[in-house]
């Protein structure tokens, strides 16, 4: 495969395509059928560079002048409600991970909420296969500048949108400083125009993966009841904290036999937690052992919404009100440093 890394003048050249002058207002969103029309209205300039959107592409997005600088992202949100980042981790794979973030994003619109799903689990990405979409650009599209992020965004079952990262390319997961600065630049749009912002981390602890967990407002770290499962769960919490987040780390127990189990496998991560790492984990609840979530995966459907009223969509709808609680409490507090300010600081950091 051929190296797209763009160079520095390229990428200058990418901004400037996806980020108008700042005295260009900015666009209201509409669902459309495709993305185009208004990608190039944004970009009149540079019309013939734009690539014609997905017909389930999510509605335009008009940056407005955004800047991806860790030190102008405060004083840019300062008067602007920016979208509540939660990052959905997991120490390993195979305990779900993705199937809570789909479902809990469902959960999130169901409420009324404007919700993106980011698939940032780069290299390994099946968000869109859990949704029953075939996206017919990714989230490696944005990465390599061909395609802008409100061409790639889809509208998923559950009402939310979902943005699609790719599966099996290698070079995804390991991202330069410029690549994740281009990607940036074009999710610097969406902390106006959504209320939540649902980040699906790639299992582990890569670095990838820390660092957008790491960038979250919140973070729900995912275990099932098995013994590696709790002992990766900790190993993830404990680089986490490693990196600084010892507010906002929630645990949720997937794949639970009773909510006694669910509670007693939180009882052993965080006094561990507190015993070694001086940081208390938040019990966010569990998700019941249910044959309806299997069911769903076939199906190619969120649970939440082939089958509202089963045991599992339960519990996910009242994870999503347990969400919710903290960021109404945390909007209360400092939090007008939004999720790509924080991740764009971690970024230049590296």
């Known amino acids: ?9 390229q990428a200058e050249r990418l ?5 108008p002058p700042r005295n260009t207002p900015m666009a209201p969103l509409t669902a459309t059928s ?34 991806v600088s860790p030190v102008s992202a405060p004083e840019r949100t300062r008067s602007t409600r920016i979208a509540r980042a939660i990052a959905i981790s997991s120490g390993k794979g195979g305990v779900g991970k993705t199937n809570l973030a789909v479902n809990l994003a469902a959960a999130f619109a169901a409420r009324g909420q404007r919700v993106v799903l980011l698939d940032a689990d780069l290299g390994l990405a099946n968000a869109d296969v859990l949704c029953g979409l075939t996206p017919r650009a990714t989230l490696e599209d944005v990465v390599s500048g061909e395609r802008t992020l409100e061409e790639v965004m889809m509208m998923a079952p559950g009402g939310f949108r979902l943005v699609p990262g790719a599966s099996g390319v290698s070079r995804l997961a390991d991202m330069g400083q410029m690549q994740r600065r281009n990607v940036l630049d074009q999710l610097l749009a969406l902390e106006r125009t959504t209320d939540v912002l649902i980040v699906d981390t790639g299992a582990g602890i890569g670095a990838n993966s820390m660092a ?37 780390l929630n645990l949720v127990v997937n794949m639970a036999a009773s909510e006694e189990e669910g509670r007693a496998v939180h009882a052993r991560i965080d006094r561990v937690a507190r015993a070694f790492l001086s940081t208390p984990i938040r019990y966010a609840g569990s998700i019941p052992l249910d044959p309806t979530v299997p069911a769903a995966v076939r199906r190619r459907t969120p649970v939440t919404v082939a089958a509202p009223e089963a045991a599992a969509s339960l519990a996910i709808r009242q994870l999503a009100r347990v969400l919710s609680g903290e960021s109404i409490a945390a909007d209360r507090a400092d939090q007008r440093k939004g999720f790509l300010a924080r991740l764009a600081a971690l970024v230049t950091a590296r």
Do not use: W
Not at 1 to 9: E, G, I, L, V, Y
Not at 15 to 19: C, N, S, Y
Not at 217 to 244: N, Q
């Open 212 to 248: 957008f967990a790491a960038a979250a407002h919140s973070i729900l770290v995912t275990a099932t009841p098995e013994p590696t499962a709790i002992a990766d769960a900790y190993g993830a919490i404990k680089t986490l904290v490693a990196r600084g987040c010892r507010d906002g």
């Open 15 to 19: 901004r400037k395509l996806v980020i």
């Open 34 to 67: 495709g993305a185009a029309s208004t990608a190039s209205s944004t970009t009149a300039s540079n019309a013939s560079s734009s690539a014609s959107g997905p017909a389930q592409a999510a509605g335009a997005l008009n940056p407005a002048g955004l800047s």
């Open 1 to 9: 495969m051929h190296d797209r890394t763009p160079s520095p003048d």
